[in-house]
């Protein structure tokens, strides 16, 4: 069984960095593309960033410069390490592969 487990959301301030992590198990993602979006209160779930099986990566305007997207395939696990939080990065954070999603961390964004 395929299984997506999201962690290292929390609280922080305005500027303040986290890193998410999102471990996957049931089977090898190393040929997969694996991604993060997010869900803001009240708005539809949106890309922020994708890493290809090759390394490859692609990002949301909203983020681009600001966040990093990884992978470990030794671990099968991704990242997300994110700088330079603001409120409007406030979201329910989600890995997705494939067809495949965790069930989401919260991150907030406040002072």
């Known amino acids: 069984q395929v299984q997506l487990v999201e962690s290292g959301g929390g609280l922080v301030q305005p500027g303040g960095s986290l890193r998410l992590s999102c471990a996957a198990s049931g089977t090898d993602f190393s040929r997969n593309a694996m991604a993060w979006y997010r869900q803001a209160p009240g708005k539809q779930r949106e890309f922020a960033a994708i890493?290809?099986?090759?390394?490859?990566?692609n990002y949301a305007d909203s983020v681009k410069g600001r966040f990093t997207i990884s992978r470990d395939n030794a671990k099968n696990t991704m990242y997300l390490q994110m700088n330079s939080l603001k409120p409007e990065d406030t979201a329910v954070y989600y890995c997705n592969i494939d067809v495949h999603w965790g069930q989401g961390t919260q991150v907030t964004v406040s002072s």
């Open positions: 890493i290809t099986s090759g390394g490859g990566r």
